[in-house]
């Protein structure tokens, strides 16, 4: 719509500041998830020597996220985007069909996550970390400075 000549609006504005506690409609994260490191080993004696040169391709190509590839010069499966793993078990399954067990490994690393975080855009992801770190931080010094005034209170 465009105005003619001489023609203007008039309207009022009502900004209310927030924060994503009093309402979802102030956070700036979409979505934020977490999740464990995925762990994928293949045994290189069963996959990369056992199986035929077809099956090895079959596993590359079973896997939706990409985890495995084919090198074509030594015709070995490899391990390359480990953490693309959404554990699908498909790979794991097409060789124990074959009755290799173990042929191919998905675990958890329990001491690594991969963290995600999804901006609204109101602020960028990077921020939106900094920011929950030092809200993290100030609430464990307030959390220590009250088990400090209490353990001194509890001794006196």
């Known amino acids: ?26 956070s700036p994260v979409a979505t934020c998830i977490m999740h464990k490191q995925p ?14 040169v077809d099956d090895r391709k079959k596993i590359v190509e079973l896997c939706p996220r990409k985890v495995f590839n084919f090198n074509k010069m030594l015709e070995k499966v490899e391990v390359v985007n480990q953490d693309d793993c959404n554990f ?16 191919v490994v998905l675990k958890e690393d329990d001491h690594k996550f991969i963290f995600t975080v999804e ?9 939106i970390v900094r920011k929950a770190l030092e809200i993290l931080n100030k609430k464990i010094e307030n959390f220590s400075n009250e088990l400090q005034n209490k353990k001194f209170a509890n001794m006196g």
């Open 119 to 127: 901006s609204t855009g109101a602020l960028p992801p990077q921020e």
């Open 1 to 26: 719509m465009k105005l003619g000549k001489y023609q203007h609006l008039k309207f009022k504005m009502l900004a209310r500041k927030g924060t994503g506690k009093m309402h979802a409609k102030w």
């Open 88 to 103: 699908c078990i498909e790979c794991s399954r097409y060789t124990e069909a074959m009755d290799y067990e173990k042929a």
């Open 39 to 52: 762990l994928v080993k293949i045994d290189e004696d069963i996959v990369n020597r056992q199986l035929s």
